[in-house]
């Protein structure tokens, strides 16, 4: 049942409502970002969100609001003995036309009845979770006292690219692990197919969802739908501990000249070594040829494929070099004498040098330069064996081709390394993007989706940035061929703005920064009046606006903890197959 709260005294359509409480209505028990509804005496109602909650000392602030006011005596009597001197503004966000939602346009007339939201307002403005199109996705805001789950559509959503932002810890990790549970369910039922790839810097995606300190709280998706996805570790010691994982590398053999350069990016090689690497290449390639037999002998197969071994190689590095085949198996191929490796490749390095030198001077103090900074590269899980530089084509034929849902986990000792994260996400997206450019003649299956979630995405799609990346080219381009990118980030203004005005839905959680708020309020009617609003989120809480869901709304978004046993059983109901307790707690 509704509880009146007060009465409207300013409406407009760009500055929103200003509404007088009603004496016995405590302000304190209304928070900014609450609905309301607001009656006017037609009988059509408005939704209203609060931006703004204020109180004026003085009685004749109130009352010259309604002099010479074409109202009725009886609501100017009401204003007079009824109301505090407290206030609230809002915005309209939609208001009801008989059987229909509309947005904006209109106003309701001074005089008009604000009111605590029902169920059935609810219910009516954001429709109903149906677990097929449309899924929970949280409670709103309202004043009063109202629990409703407010659904968003799955289809919608990921039909077109959508971005999820906040501060770290405001929960973007919890939803998203939300929405791809929903994702699995929508695909599993039939409605199209719906293929996934999530770069999971933590960890949290494939294994367990952590708390602030670091404790597991929950599954994530790879391990609640064990048996769907594929994951792929960094970290030996996940290989170690869980059984259904793949041990994956950077790959640096046999790559081109092009995929080199996206894995070197984060790097920031100088212009004059990425001007000449071509020239570097041949002259690198001639020395293999001549050096073939020499690493055959030392027990090692080193053939053109391994020319970026070459630009590792200088007199500081070669014992890193050493070392590395000697603690880690998975570099480079062979079993060899690990000295006389070690005499060819010093006598290898020279060789280089002196070449590039004999060209040009300057050609090699371009090399040296290089060498430098890809250097870096020998501590981090390379290979030059050709596994590995197999698997990325796996992974992306996987997406392409079949019904892959494949989670890269950069958790565990390598989850803070931005340059190993960037490398590889860049180098997957780089064969995907041409995989979709060699077979893009071919009719592309109807209801096909390929959904890349990306942590961190301005690294890849920020200003600058994303004109060349890879993923900027899939986040512009290849929505006809069923790419949608998923930009998860804090820092929402360091994207290129032709990738933000190309997100249909976005999720706003806390957010201080003045400028991140405002990109992240792009495409929203009235920015501003959002603005005061974004960063009084709590943790948990999220603004969603756009074609995902009916009309934009603060929801305190679904505990995905609480949810893992629904989901479950979803899951079951859809015939995809019985997850047993070791599916989400052992390994």
């Known amino acids: 049942m509704r509880r009146e709260l007060g009465i409207v005294l300013e409406a407009s359509a760009s500055d929103g409502v200003k509404v007088l409480l009603r004496s016995g209505v405590n302000p304190e028990d209304i928070e900014v970002g609450s609905l309301i509804i607001i009656e006017s005496r037609s009988g059509r109602t408005f939704l209203v969100l609060i931006d703004d909650i204020g109180y004026t000392t003085e009685d004749h602030e109130i009352i010259k609001d309604v002099e010479g006011m074409e109202l009725e005596p009886g609501v100017i009597r009401f204003v ?5 001197k407290s206030y609230i503004k809002g915005t309209i966000i939609a208001y009801r036309d008989g059987d229909r939602v509309r947005r904006g346009g209109r106003v309701p007339e001074l005089g008009s009845h604000a ?13 109903e979770a149906d677990w097929s199109i449309r899924y929970p996705v949280g409670y709103p805001k309202v004043v009063g006292e109202v629990s409703y789950e407010v659904p968003i559509s799955i289809e919608d959503l990921f039909n077109l690219n959508f971005g999820v932002f906040g501060k770290a810890g405001t929960g973007k990790t919890f939803l998203s692990n939300l929405l791809i549970a929903y994702g699995i369910l929508y695909s599993l039922g039939g409605r199209g197919r719906m293929n996934l790839l999530v770069f999971d810097m933590q960890g949290e995606y494939a294994f367990d969802v952590l708390d602030d300190r670091g ?12 048996d769907v996805f594929t994951i792929y570790v960094l970290d030996e010691e996940y290989q170690n501990k869980y059984s259904h994982v793949n041990l994956l590398r950077l790959p640096l053999y046999n790559l081109s000249r092009e995929e080199l350069e996206y894995i070197i990016d984060p790097l920031e090689p100088t212009p004059g070594f990425k001007n000449n690497l071509s020239a570097i290449e041949k002259h690198i390639k001639n020395a293999l040829n001549r050096f073939i037999d020499r690493f055959k002998e030392a027990g090692f197969e080193i053939g053109s494929g391994h020319w970026i071994l070459g630009l590792l190689i200088a007199p500081y590095t070669i014992e890193r070099i050493v070392n590395k085949v000697k603690s880690d198996q998975f570099f480079i191929g062979g079993s060899g004498s690990v000295e006389e490796f070690k005499t060819v490749l010093d006598e290898f390095s020279s060789y280089i040098r002196e070449a590039i030198k004999g060209d040009s001077p300057a050609l090699l103090s371009s090399y040296e330069a290089g060498v430098r900074r890809l250097s870096t590269l020998i501590d981090l899980p390379i290979s030059f064996i050709d596994k590995y530089n197999k698997l990325i084509d796996d992974i992306v034929n996987n997406l392409y081709l079949n019904d892959g849902k494949i989670i890269i986990s950069f958790g565990g000792r390598w989850s803070r390394n931005s340059i190993l994260y960037m490398a590889l996400a860049n180098l997957i997206a780089s064969r995907l993007k041409n995989l979709i450019d060699s077979r893009q003649y071919e009719r592309v299956e109807e209801g096909r989706k390929i959904i890349i979630l990306l942590e961190e995405a301005h690294r890849f799609l920020g200003r600058g940035v994303s004109i060349y990346n890879p993923f900027g080219k899939l986040a512009r381009e290849y929505r006809k061929f069923g790419v949608t990118v998923v930009p998860i980030d804090q820092k929402p203004s360091e994207l290129d703005p032709d990738v933000s005005s190309m997100l249909w839905t976005k999720i706003v959680f806390n957010l201080s920064d003045e400028k991140d708020i405002m990109d992240a309020l792009i495409g929203i009617d009235y920015p501003s009046r959002y603005k005061r609003i974004i960063p009084t989120l709590e943790r948990g809480e999220a603004l969603i606006y756009g074609i995902g869901i009916n009309i934009p709304t603060i929801l305190k978004i679904l505990n995905y903890s609480e949810l893992t046993d629904r989901l479950k059983d979803e899951y079951d109901k859809l015939g995809g197959g019985r997850l047993e307790s070791s599916d989400l707690y052992g390994d």
Not at 80 to 84: K, M, N, P, V
Not at 215 to 226: A, I
Request: glycine share 10%; hydrophobic share 25%.
């Open 80 to 84: 007079r003995s009824r109301l505090s």
């Open 115 to 127: 009111y605590t939201p029902t169920y059935e307002d609810i219910q009516f403005y954001y429709g």
């Open 215 to 226: 404790n597991p709280v929950s599954s994530g998706v790879g391990r609640l739908f064990r």
